[in-house]
Structure formats: C-alpha cells, structure tokens
C-alpha cells in the first residue's frame, strides 16, 4: 500500500469539514423543531415543511452546484460554500421570522447540497487509489461526527434563554474555521489536468506524494480522451451503469430512514415512552453509536471493500427495523427496548451505506462527468430526505408508526439485491474504474 504524506491527511482534514458542517446543520434542527412549531403556531404539514425547507435547498444546491465547480474548480466552489453555512447560521438564529428563519435555512441547504457534491468529488480526485475510500469515508465521518456535536450543543444548550437561537447559531464557528483554512488548500489535481494545466496538477500530485505523477497524469488525458466523442451529457447509454448505481445507492441509503430517525430522534424517543430530557441524552447516545460505527466502516472499506460492508449492513439494517416495527405494533415501545433497536440499525447503517455513499457516488463516473454524476447521486438523496422529513410528523402518529418503520426495514432488504449486484471498486485508479463500469471503447 502507497504511503500517504501527512499533507493529503491535512488536506482531507480540510475538505471534511464541510461534512461536519453538513451533519451539524442537517441535525441540529432536531433540538429546535417543537420549539419551532410552538412558536410558529404551526399545523403538523406546515411544522414538516419549515424543517424540510433546509433540504430543499439542498436539492438546488446539489443541482446548480456542477457548473461552478467545472468553470472555477472545487476549491473556489468550497469557499463559497462555507460562507453560506455561516450567513445561514446567523441569520437563522438572529432573525426572529417564521419567513426569515425558512428563508436562512433554505441558504443553508444550499451549501449542504453543494458540500455533498463538491466535497467528496474533490477528496476523491486528489486521494490516492489505496486510500481513497478512507478518505472519502472521512468526510462521512465528520458528517456524524458533526450530528454529534449538534446533538451535544442541543443538550448542553437547552434551558437557557432563546435556546432554539443558540443551538442554531453556534454553527458560524466551524463555518468560520472552515473558510479561512480552505484557502490553504490546493486545487483538484484532476480538474487542473481537464483545464489543460499539467504543470499545476503535476505539483499537486508532487506535493501528497504520488510516486509515479507521469503515469497518473497520463491515464487522467486517457481518460479524457476515452470520453471526448461522448461528450459531458451524463444520461446516454455508456455511463447508463455508473447512473444506475449512484440512483440506487442514494436512494436506499435515504429510503431506509435514516434522517427521519435523526431529525426527529427526541420526538421518537418521547413517543416511545421517554421523558424530554431522557429523550436529549438518547439522541446523543443514537449519535455516539453512529459515530463510532462510521469509524469501523472506515477502517475496513479498503480492506473489505464497498461489496461486503453494504450486504453485511442490509442484513443487520432489516432486522433491527423490523425488530422496531414489530414494537409499535405490539406495544413493546419501552424507552430502552427501542433505545437498542434503534442503536442497531443506525450501528449497521453506519458502517455500511452511511460510510459507502460518498465513496461510491464519488468513484464510479469518469473524470468528463465526475460533477455531473455527483450531482445527480446527491439530488437522489436529498429529494428522497425532503420527501420523507417533510411528511413523517404526519405519517408518525395515529397507529402508523409501525407501517413506517416496516416500510423502512423493506427498503433495506432491497439494499441488500442492490450490494450483491453491485461491482467492487476498492484499490483501483478512479481511471480503472471507468474502463470497466463504461467500457475501454470510445462512445
């Protein structure tokens, strides 16, 4: 295995911290929601559209996100991604309006939708092949590792004055960090070879330490080449595969619940029987187990590969959720026995489609229509993720949790069809990867 120069650790670091800034926003709304909605007055339809206004945004921000980043480069894109995280932390918590607050949130989803597509895109282009899907998994994990600390800030946060504000404002300080220590990054080296500046990619393959920067240059102009007659238009019959698994991929990872439980994660709680406060200390712990299995999937997804985490993790995803559904539907919904169901599917989840998406969605389009693909991977989430967060306050009460829950357990049996068919990607050039998912042959 290549060794990694502490500079592409650095790098990554960097890159990543638009994950945790994707986790922290995307669950830090957790804590505020019923406050939200008392305030507001809302009804259950309108309280589900105030919290899915942020991840409509993120389906914008991951559709107009392709262009900027192939005209002015991932890094350019990245910078102003991390201003609108911090516009939207203090507006949203400063302006006191249910109009101004969907307004701010919205301008946070954009930059969470552009993160999703930029951030893991850039990782990926600029790791090497043996380390690649450790370092796109490590922006998965600062995607948990930011809902924990969003967990955390809400408990710590709770009872004080206007503490629904805080728990959203506090997000301008990574966002901060995050910007100005962009600026110490370099470019894709990738996009800088598509741009025709060889010279400048070439320092940058020089500077993370790729042993043999002539030979990677020369697969990336390959496979430039390899795609030049089919141009940049994504959906056509070569790239109909890479499209198919980036589609199915998102779409299991959402379809299976996974955000509905982290959103709304203290209201399950409580519906199971839990007190408010006990319900904030069980989110964390949810978080911490999500974390700490993210960190697993990472160390095995070069080791194992994509293939072998994501079947494990459907099996163990099935039966925890059908374990949930068959709760609600018996009666069985103490505190601690849904407590533990609930810690074994986001535990299965977490080590496999948690710590694969990115990865996958990342490897699997050539270097012509990385962004491309990468937008369309991250649309799927995030309309699948608006969808079920906007309508799960009205589908989660009046007897149906258990249907819900049973819906989520056979989205996860699917998932396991989609990882035995799906191709192993684990140690091969993002170059080797588009000769066997589109061909060698020119379209």
Request: charged share 15%.
């Amino acid at each position: 295995m290549a060794k990694v120069r502490g500079k592409m650790f650095y790098i990554a670091f960097v890159a990543s911290l638009g994950g945790l800034l994707f986790g922290f926003d995307t669950a830090v709304i957790s804590g505020a929601e019923q406050a939200i909605q008392r305030i507001y007055g809302l009804s259950s339809f309108a309280h589900g559209f105030t919290i899915a206004t942020a991840l409509i945004g993120t389906i914008i921000g991951a559709f107009i996100c392709d262009r900027p980043s192939e005209k002015y480069g991932r890094k350019k894109l990245l910078i102003v991604i991390a201003w609108l995280y911090l516009i939207s932390a203090i507006g949203s918590a400063v302006i006191v309006n249910w109009y101004s607050f969907m307004f701010f949130r919205f301008i946070g989803g954009l930059a969470v939708g552009a993160s999703s597509v930029v951030g893991p895109m850039y990782i990926a282009e600029i790791s090497p092949s043996d380390w690649r899907g450790r370092f796109v998994a490590f922006f998965q994990f600062n995607i948990v590792l930011g809902i924990v600390l969003a967990y955390i800030s809400n408990f710590l946060v709770k009872g004080v004055p206007h503490d629904w504000q805080w728990m959203i404002g506090i997000e301008a300080f990574p966002a901060l960090l995050f910007a100005v220590l962009l600026v110490t990054v370099p470019e894709s080296p990738r996009w800088l070879v598509k741009q025709g500046r060889q010279p400048e990619g070439r320092k940058v393959f020089e500077m993370i330490g790729e042993p043999d920067v002539d030979h990677e240059i020369s697969e990336i102009e390959e496979s430039l080449s390899a795609t030049a007659d089919a141009g940049d238009k994504l959906f056509q019959k070569k790239y109909a595969l890479p499209v198919l698994i980036a589609f199915l991929i998102a779409t299991f990872n959402q379809l299976t619940g996974i955000n509905a439980i982290l959103y709304y994660a203290p209201r399950i709680f409580e519906q199971s029987g839990v007190f408010a406060e006990g319900a904030m200390v069980h989110s964390i712990i949810v978080g911490l187990t999500n974390l700490v299995f993210t960190m697993l999937g990472m160390s095995l997804i070069d080791k194992v590969g994509r293939k072998q985490l994501l079947l494990v993790g459907a099996v163990g995803m099935f039966i925890a959720l059908s374990m949930v559904s068959i709760g609600f539907k018996i009666n069985l919904i103490h505190g601690y026995y849904m407590l533990l169901c609930l810690m074994g599917y986001i535990a299965f989840f977490a080590m496999s489609l948690g710590a694969t998406i990115w990865v996958v969605i990342s490897e699997v389009f050539p270097n012509s229509v990385r962004a491309k693909g990468q937008m369309l991977g991250s649309m799927t989430h995030w309309v699948w993720s608006a969808l079920l967060t906007w309508f799960f306050p009205v589908l989660f009460k009046d007897g149906r949790e258990s249907f819900i829950f049973g819906f989520f357990a056979l989205i996860a049996l699917g998932s396991l069809i989609f990882a035995i068919k799906l191709p192993e990607t684990k140690g091969k050039s993002l170059e080797q990867i588009q000769k066997e998912l589109t061909g060698k042959q020119k379209a």
